[in-house]
């Protein structure tokens, strides 16, 4: 089992910058996959980016490319999402997730455990 818990949202205006923290706790799996998503009201929950707990090997969606950076320290066990150039269309709750499928890295049914969110408001 593994338990999540996001950290450092709140309100920023638009070109600041946020870096979310997600604590993982529990058995990490040696092939996991750590994950943000995000899910703006009234749409769907979104990839945002992804990153191997082993290798640091990482990968991320269009619309951030450039702006955000995903790290992990495996000596605390937390993941971060650093966000620069915020927007107000970054506006979101933002949820980490873990998971192992290599293939689904990017789509939700690739992560089984997942944290309660965090909001991320950007002010124009």
């Known amino acids: 089992q593994v338990q999540l818990v996001e950290s450092g949202g709140g309100l920023v205006q638009a070109g600041g910058s946020l870096r979310l923290s997600c604590a993982v706790s529990?058995?990490?799996?040696?092939?996991?996959?750590m994950g943000w998503f995000r899910q703006a009201p009234g749409k769907e929950r979104e990839f945002v980016a992804t990153?191997?707990?082993?290798?640091?090997?990482?990968w991320y969606a269009d619309p951030v490319k450039g702006r955000f950076t995903i790290s992990r320290d495996k000596a605390k066990d937390t993941v971060y999402l650093q966000m620069n150039s915020l927007n107000p269309e970054d506006t979101a709750v933002y949820y980490c997730?873990?998971?192992?499928?290599?293939?689904?890295?990017?789509?939700?049914?690739?992560?089984?455990?997942w944290g309660q969110g965090t909001q991320v408001t950007v002010s124009s």
């Open positions: 997730a873990a998971g192992s499928s290599y293939s689904l890295r990017t789509r939700e049914d690739g992560y089984a455990y």
């Open positions: 529990g058995r990490i799996f040696s092939n996991a996959h």
């Open positions: 990153i191997t707990w082993s290798g640091g090997t990482t």
